[in-house]
């Protein structure tokens, strides 16, 4: 069935690197994009960017241009999200899902990933 | 702040029916799609409603939603203690090129 199974929790200090994986299962990999969103502790969903997996291209929100990247391997069916100069507002559990096409539903998500930010 | 706009809670009792506000703009809800999301404490989010009221598999028909002109609602009937969640819409804006998300409205089941 289809799984999006991402990595485990991390922990960086202020100013480090984290690199997410979500690889998936199940599907087409080729055939969905992966689109990432987060949450911050008691906060809502926030979209972050996508991937078009089969061609590579992205998009970002405009708030992380320059700070996050996108990448995938389609030999491993593996999606890659990487934020780069961690602030204590990072916080967050970090998604991934897929959408079929650029625009559409997230119909199916990651379990989450929890990168805290130690100062 | 989200540009998609909810009620931040709402509740009622066993059987009742809620409805949930998403108030947007032209640019994202008056031009494309709303899909509604629910988040159980601790989980990840599910799809529940896509394409304006299309329900996946194993989503109850006590879940609809309609849209009119930037606004649209969730509204669940005959609430079940299960439903008891945060709810989240979303949609495209053509402006910004992104995906937005509502504040959340969390739901209690008395």
């Known amino acids: 069935q289809v799984q999006l199974v991402q990595s485990g929790a991390e922990v960086k200090r202020s100013g480090a690197s984290v690199k997410v994986s979500c690889k998936a299962y199940g599907y087409t990999f080729t055939d969905f994009y992966i689109h990432w969103v987060r949450q911050a502790p008691g906060q809502g969903l926030e979209w972050m960017g996508f991937?078009?997996?089969?061609?590579?291209?992205?998009n970002y929100a405009q708030k992380f241009q320059g700070r996050v990247t996108l990448t995938r391997d389609t030999s491993t069916t593996t999606a890659y999200m990487e934020v780069r100069g961690l602030r204590s507002d990072d916080m967050a559990v970090y998604y991934c899902?897929?959408?079929?096409?650029?625009?559409?539903?997230?119909?199916?998500w990651g379990q989450g990933t929890l990168v805290t930010v130690a100062s | 702040q989200s540009v998609l706009t909810q009620p931040p809670s709402t509740s009622g009792t066993p059987g009742q029916r809620v409805t949930i506000s998403c108030s947007g703009a032209?640019?994202?809800?008056?031009?494309?799609?709303v899909y509604w999301y629910q988040q159980v404490s601790g989980r990840a989010p599910k799809l529940v409603i896509y394409?304006?009221?299309q329900r996946p598999s194993g989503v109850p028909d006590r879940f609809s939603a309609s849209k009119s002109g930037t606004s649209a609602s969730l509204a669940i009937s005959g609430l079940r203690s299960e439903d008891e969640a945060d709810y989240y819409c979303a949609s495209w804006d053509n402006s910004l090129s992104g995906l937005l998300f509502g504040g959340g409205t969390k739901v209690t089941v008395l």
């Open positions: 032209t640019s994202n809800i008056g031009s494309n799609f």
């Open positions: 394409r304006g009221n």
């Open positions: 991937i078009n997996t089969d061609r590579g291209g992205t």
């Open positions: 899902a897929r959408v079929f096409g650029p625009v559409g539903e997230l119909d199916y």
